[in-house]
């Protein structure tokens, strides 16, 4: 990777996100920060240009529970790069009680994968002109324990956060999975990681701030941000994985992921129901 390399990094100003960030950063390249709260990505802009030495951070507004904001991002996106190398898809949450995206989705699974099934289809395009490229989900173990609720994806009869949080991160390997096979005979890989368990403010409320407490009396017992981002970073920058795609990756390696995640028509079953959910093929 070096200066002439584009990269986006969702869910930037915080955590991995803002670690992912300042590690690529250091390689010279220039790094889109996508955010959805302005005051808290400028600040997080400016520690990352001073981490890195490098002043080719920019900060890009996207609320990733938003179709017309992802559709937003993507066109001024395009207006201001002519390329795109790598795509980290690393932003999330998760939350006590069910909420919705402006969509109307329950919002994990609306935030965690639905609104990145969508931005990463949306630059698909200029991700296969700047081939080779990489495309890199952040998922979680808790995938093992995931299951795709079609008959009630969005968790309006029986909502608990696990069963929202463990849905959307195998959500995540079953897109990876699916979307590397759609780019067989491309040089865009796509694979994803489990990074750990890592003390991020993924757990506090967007809206209230609420489980921040909680949050920073758990951080002794977790990874630092920046030991959590070192296998985004490393998928995102390492010749061992150039050509390397569709795998789920823990600790810089290639492990194994549920039996469920191999499930080549579960994939296909889920990339057509968000086609319908984002609106992809309108």
């Known amino acids: 990777m070096d200066k002439n390399n584009v990269v986006i990094v969702t869910g930037a100003n915080s955590g991995m996100g803002k670690a992912t ?3 690529l950063a250091k390689t010279g390249a220039t790094v889109v920060m996508l955010c959805r709260n302005k005051s808290k990505g400028e600040k997080a802009v400016h520690e990352v240009r001073d981490l890195s030495g490098n002043n080719s951070v920019e900060l890009m507004l996207c609320d990733l529970g938003s179709r017309k904001s992802i559709e937003g991002f993507c066109t001024e996106f ?3 790069y002519q390329r795109l190398d790598v795509l980290v898809n690393n932003a999330g949450v998760t939350l006590l ?3 919705q995206t402006f969509d109307g989705y329950e919002l994990q699974f609306g935030v965690n994968h639905l609104g990145h099934f969508l931005l990463t289809n949306w630059l698909l395009d200029l991700m296969l002109t700047s081939a080779p490229a990489r495309i890199i989900n952040v998922s979680s173990g808790a995938h093992k324990s995931g299951k795709i609720h079609f008959d009630d ?4 009869k029986n909502y608990n956060v696990w069963r929202a949080y463990a849905q959307s991160k195998l959500a995540n390997v079953l897109f990876t999975y699916e979307l590397s096979e759609r780019l067989k005979g491309t040089k865009v890989t796509a694979n994803c990681l489990h990074p750990g368990a890592v003390a991020t403010a993924m ?3 967007r809206n209230t701030g609420f489980g921040t407490f909680i949050t920073s009396m758990l951080k002794p017992f977790f990874q630092t941000s920046e030991e959590g981002a070192q296998t985004a970073i490393y998928l995102a920058t390492s010749h061992d994985v150039e050509g390397v795609t569709g795998k789920y990756f823990y600790r810089k390696r290639p492990i194994p992921s549920s039996k469920t995640s ?3 028509d579960l994939a296909r ?3 057509k ?6 609106g992809l093929k309108d």
């Open 21 to 23: 960030s300042a590690g």
């Open 78 to 80: 395009k207006k201001k």
């Open 97 to 99: 009680d069910r909420q």
């Open 153 to 156: 994806v969005n968790l309006k």
């Open 203 to 205: 757990g506090i409320d």
């Open 262 to 264: 191999y499930d080549k």
């Open 269 to 271: 079953k889920l990339w």
């Open 273 to 278: 129901l968000s086609e319908r959910m984002t």
